[in-house]
């Protein structure tokens, strides 16, 4: 390889990481939480055992980095750079939310500053509302603001409020287990680290 080309194929690769994470929101949100929500809802309950079935959206995303470069070696340039793209992102993926926020892999470290803070609080807040439809921030390396979130927690406190509690705020007393889940909501906000 050329110097150029190593900078091209470079270049191509990180570029194919930073839309892997556009791909990923927009697979959750309408794919994972829509129709593939069969597949998706597993990663959403309680996990019995290792895996979930959640975990055939991996096998699936890592067939097509495999079939890029495996047409990219034959000749199609530049498909296997986007294939290790792909690729490297999966294995960023599996890092940050498969380890750092599900514990999938014994790691004990919880952020408490910064970039990995949001991204982990981030993915809380995702798992904070287990409903197919009512969901929020679908990314899983994009570190939203300190003030996006902050909304975000709002939105999700008021999403398990209920729909009578967000019309006729305090008209009646909340039922118990509405208070429960307020309570849990407002862990999220005055206890992010512990989620
Ligand atoms: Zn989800
Ligand atoms: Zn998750």
Known sequence: MTLMQVFFATAIVLLTVAAMEGVAWISHKHLMHGVGWGWHASHHAERRGPFEKNDLYAIVFAGIAIALIWFGTRGAWPLQWIGAGMTLYGLLYFVAHDGLVHRRWP?????????????????????????????????????????????????????????????????????????????????????????
Not at 109 to 126: D, E, I, M, N, S
């Open 107 to 195: 790691l004990r470290w919880v952020p408490r500053h910064g970039y990995f803070k949001r991204l982990y609080q981030a993915h809380r807040l995702h798992h904070a509302i287990e409903d197919k439809d009512q969901g929020v921030l679908f990314g899983f390396l994009w570190a939203p603001s300190e003030a996006r979130l902050a909304e975000e927690i709002r939105r999700v406190r008021a999403v398990r409020r209920g729909p009578a509690d967000q019309s006729a705020r305090s008209a009646q007393p909340a039922q118990p287990a509405q208070a429960a889940h307020a309570a849990q909501a407002a862990d999220i906000a005055d206890q992010p680290g512990r989620l």
